[in-house]
Each structure stands twice: as structure tokens, then as C-alpha cells.
């Protein structure tokens, strides 16, 4: 993320301390069925000084993970406070090393006290199933 101006990379390297508000932004993907550009709103986490798109507790299939598994190359998009749109391109976490240490972070960060409006997972078991995948922000052509 060096390649980044700084007011972009400090918007993503959020903190523990971020709310719910500056987790959410927007992603472009193409449909896997459709081939059209489609938008959808979801949130980002930090963890191990990495960008991941995480399902959330639930587990249950989502179309940004199974169109992101078609056309990993994406535009992320902040929305609030700085307003970007990134090159991006994810690729699904699948050790399990890695999956326990990520959820195991996100799931930590979200218990803060901070925010009140965080959403508030108390259980690191409840998380296990959820879909995860990991951000590399691109350079622009």
C-alpha cells in the first residue's frame, strides 16, 4: 500500500478504534453470471497489517465472494471521509492458520468498547465459517 497517498492509506490502515461507519465501503465486481458491472456494499477489516473482506458470523454464501472468485480484479471503493476508488484484487484465504489468525484479530478488534453501533461478535466460534478474502491494492495503468 506504499504506493498510495498517504490521507488513501491511513483511510484503510484503520485502527481498533474505527466504527462501524469507516469499515463500510462499496465494492465494483463483475457478475459472475452476467458479465456486468455490479456494486455492492460491504465491510473491510484490518488485520496482520492486511485488507480482508469478511462475511461476517453468518457463513452464509454471498455473491461479492463467489464474484470475486470469477473476477478477482476489482474497484474498491471508500465512501466515507475520504472518497477513493482503488484497484484492487482479492484472493480467498483458505489456511487455516491464516483464517484463525485473521478472524481471531477481526473478531477482537469488534469487541473494543468503542463504538457502541460496532457490531459485536462475542465468540471467535461464531466467526468460523466466514467467507474471507484477501485485498492487494494495485497500481494504476
Same mark, same amino acid.
Given at each position: 500500500?506504499?504506493?498510495?497517498?498517504?490521507?488513501?492509506?491511513?483511510?484503510?490502515?484503520?485502527?481498533?478504534?474505527?466504527?462501524?461507519?469507516?469499515?463500510?465501503?462499496?465494492?465494483?465486481?463483475?457478475?459472475?453470471?452476467?458479465?456486468?458491472?455490479?456494486?455492492?456494499?460491504?465491510?473491510?477489516?484490518?488485520?496482520?497489517?492486511? $485488507?480482508?473482506?469478511?462475511?461476517?458470523?453468518?457463513?452464509?454464501? $454471498?455473491?461479492?465472494?463467489?464474484?470475486?472468485?470469477?473476477?478477482?480484479?476489482?474497484?474498491?471503493?471508500?465512501?466515507?471521509?475520504?472518497?477513493?476508488?482503488?484497484?484492487?484484487?482479492?484472493?480467498?484465504?483458505?489456511?487455516?492458520?491464516?483464517?484463525?489468525?485473521?478472524?481471531?484479530?477481526?473478531?477482537?478488534?469488534?469487541?473494543?468498547?468503542?463504538?457502541?453501533? $460496532?457490531?459485536?461478535?462475542?465468540?471467535?466460534?461464531?466467526?468460523?465459517?466466514?467467507?474471507?478474502?484477501?485485498?492487494?491494492?494495485?497500481?494504476?495503468?
Amino acid at each position: 500500500m506504499s504506493h498510495l497517498p498517504d490521507p488513501i492509506r491511513r483511510a484503510i490502515e484503520i485502527t481498533p478504534a474505527a466504527g462501524t461507519r469507516e469499515r463500510v465501503i462499496d465494492i465494483t465486481t463483475l457478475g459472475r453470471r452476467t458479465g456486468r458491472p455490479r456494486r455492492i456494499e460491504i465491510f473491510f477489516y484490518r488485520a496482520a497489517g492486511t $485488507t480482508y473482506l469478511c462475511s461476517g458470523a453468518s457463513g452464509a454464501a $454471498t455473491d461479492w465472494r463467489a464474484n470475486l472468485l470469477a473476477n478477482p480484479n476489482f474497484t474498491f471503493h471508500l465512501k466515507n471521509g475520504i472518497r477513493a476508488d482503488l484497484p484492487a484484487r482479492a484472493t480467498l484465504v483458505t489456511g487455516p492458520a491464516e483464517r484463525q489468525a485473521v478472524l481471531a484479530e477481526i473478531v477482537a478488534d469488534l469487541n473494543q468498547p468503542h463504538d457502541p453501533g $460496532t457490531i459485536r461478535p462475542t465468540r471467535l466460534e461464531d466467526w468460523a465459517d466466514s467467507r474471507l478474502m484477501r485485498i492487494s491494492f494495485r497500481h494504476r495503468s
